[in-house]
């Protein structure tokens, strides 16, 4: 499976952004999706999952309410909608697949990852 995320950029503190993710290689509605973060010097941090239809989602303490992940099975594409964003949501953004059956927030659960995007938020 290869993944490709795109989107990241620089936002003022309160503003939007939105990921994307274009998977190929393997049939994208038998996998679960998610989105990962790193900060500079920091973990890798789970932020959000999403089930093989999109009826089920699952997201980091540090994002609910904020952000949003969805996905389009027709496209091939997952997405991460981000709104009130905060200086501490700097981060390089990673989409990640699993062929496992249920969603988990642990970076080792997922198999397939992609080059990450930069998201800077500005203060």
């Known amino acids: 499976v290869q993944l490709q995320a795109s989107g990241g950029g620089l936002v003022q503190a309160g503003g939007s952004l939105r990921l994307s993710c274009a998977a190929s290689g393997r049939t994208f509605s038998s996998l679960i999706m998610g989105w990962f973060r790193q900060a500079t010097g920091k973990e890798r941090e789970f932020v959000a999952a999403?089930?093989?239809?999109?009826?089920?989602?699952y997201y980091g303490d540090s994002v609910k309410g904020r952000f949003t992940i969805s996905r389009n099975n027709a496209k091939n594409t997952v997405y991460l909608q981000m709104n009130s964003l905060k200086p501490e949501d700097t981060a390089v953004y990673y989409c990640?697949?699993?062929?496992?059956?249920?969603?988990?927030?642990?970076?080792?659960?997922?198999?397939?990852w992609g080059k990450g995007t930069q998201v800077t938020v500005s203060s």
């Open positions: 999403i089930s093989w239809r999109g009826g089920s989602t």
């Open positions: 990640a697949a699993s062929i496992a059956t249920m969603m988990k927030a642990g970076p080792l659960n997922y198999d397939y």
